[in-house]
């Protein structure tokens, strides 16, 4: 089935850093939404976005909502450690048989 | 906010038996559940889809007589993994989604499976 598109696969910054992820679609959504994955648990979500050119901050976490609807991304500012974990991106397509399609995540690790 | 609980957590079974997993919406009523499967350092790939009170609508590619979906009640959806084999051996994650625009998608915490 679809992918969204995420990469790098992993990235490597340094704590307090700011660090930016995208996603892309060739197909438009009207909703996205990231989530984070820890070693062993379920996706939590951070942020989700429902219109385009939306804009929406969560702490250090701000994503936006790309206007041709087929694009996001999400800022961590001021890296801690514990931001450490997989970041996934999830289109949203509303409709009879709606479901989330994910991007492949991005590893994020954060150096003390 | 909204929660789901899987469960169990983790769970170790022998070749041939079969393997019920959980999954309850705590605080919300799931009009559908999600049934996903993650290999390591992989994305998580849709098995089913399943809404309360109807037969589950599998991906392509998954054994509906291999893993039993059943969603009986607005708030619990199982997955049973029929005579396991080792290659079932996953990561087992459920999503629920609530009734409203003002609930998204949230996902259980995940089970362990290891057929041995």
């Known amino acids: 089935g679809q992918q969204l598109n995420q990469s790098p696969q992993s990235m490597f910054i340094q704590e307090g850093e700011d660090v930016s992820m995208n996603c892309t679609s060739s197909?438009?959504?009207?909703?996205w939404l990231w989530y984070k994955q820890d070693p062993g648990e379920g996706p939590v979500l951070l942020i989700a976005?429902?219109?385009?050119?939306e804009l929406t901050s969560n702490g250090r976490l701000t994503a936006q909502f790309g206007i041709t609807r087929k694009d996001s991304f999400l800022n961590i500012s001021a890296s801690i450690p514990s931001d450490v974990g997989i970041y996934f991106c999830a289109g949203h397509l509303s409709g009879a048989n709606s479901k989330l399609t994910f991007g492949k995540g991005i590893t994020l690790s954060v150096r003390p | 906010g909204a929660v789901v609980s899987q469960h169990p957590s983790w769970v170790i079974c022998k070749s041939g038996t079969s393997v019920k997993i959980e999954c309850r919406s705590l605080d919300f009523q799931a009009t559908t559940m999600f049934w996903y499967r993650q290999f390591p350092k992989q994305s998580l790939m849709l098995m089913a889809t399943?809404?309360?009170?109807?037969?589950?609508?599998?991906e392509q590619g998954v054994e509906k007589d291999k893993f039993l979906i059943n969603h009986a009640s607005l708030t619990l959806s199982t997955l049973t993994v029929t005579s396991a084999h080792p290659e079932d051996s996953s990561f087992y994650i459920c999503?629920?989604?609530?009734?409203?625009?003002?609930?998204?998608?949230?996902f259980g915490s995940g089970t362990r499976l290891t057929v041995v």
């Open positions: 976005l429902y219109k385009a050119g």
């Open positions: 399943s809404n309360e009170g109807s037969k589950a609508t599998y």
């Open positions: 197909s438009i959504f009207n909703t």
């Open positions: 999503s629920a989604k609530g009734q409203g625009a003002g609930y998204g998608y949230t």
